[in-house]
């Protein structure tokens, strides 16, 4: 119990995310992590200024890549299942400063039984803290996302290779995606 590493390197196929792969030279390389007993993904970031928008904010559209790829993992982490997202929404109250601390965390809400997922994710300023539980008044964004989990026919085409035997129970038979 408590906090697990999540990792690419577990699929046994290469990966090169945007947001968490960590040998991605022109990425994020942001590292998530899952609070089994929280039931939350997250991840501490600080973006320097390649990510900026407005100099001193960090990119609305990198700020949503953030927050979507801490859903993708909490659909991995906590619904045991690979899924893209279908439609999402976003609330910003605060600006993401560059080249300082956040926290993204992200959590299931409801798991359907039609192979969607109904995932949330925000981005509060600072680092994780014993309290990063309770929301407060350093909350930047927040978005709010269904997922929908991958069949073995578009996981293949999502990764150049069928899944592996092990990788059955992440997929959806029959899924719409």
């Not at 196929?13 to 899952?34: D, W, Y």
Request: charged share 15%.
């Amino acid at each position: 119990m408590g906090l697990h590493r999540l990792d690419n390197a577990r699929w046994g196929f290469a990966s090169n995310c945007f947001v968490c792969e960590p040998t991605n030279a022109a990425g994020l390389r942001i590292s998530f992590v899952h609070d089994d007993q929280a039931g939350v993904v997250l991840a501490q970031f600080s973006l320097g200024d390649a990510f900026s928008g407005a100099p001193s904010y960090v990119h609305g559209g990198v700020v949503l890549a953030v927050m979507d790829e801490a859903m993708a993992w909490a659909a991995i982490a906590i619904a045991h299942t690979w899924a893209l997202t279908r439609q999402s929404t976003a609330t910003f109250w605060h600006p993401v400063l560059v080249d300082q601390p956040h926290t993204v965390m992200a959590r299931l809400v409801e798991k359907g039984g039609d192979g969607t997922l109904k995932l949330s994710a925000s981005v509060s300023r600072g680092d994780v803290t014993s309290d990063w539980r309770t929301p407060g008044a350093d909350r930047c964004a927040e978005a709010n996302a269904t997922f929908v989990a991958l069949s073995a026919e578009a996981a293949a085409a999502a990764v150049g290779e069928a899944p592996g035997p092990g990788h059955s129970a992440y997929l959806r038979p029959g899924g719409s995606i």
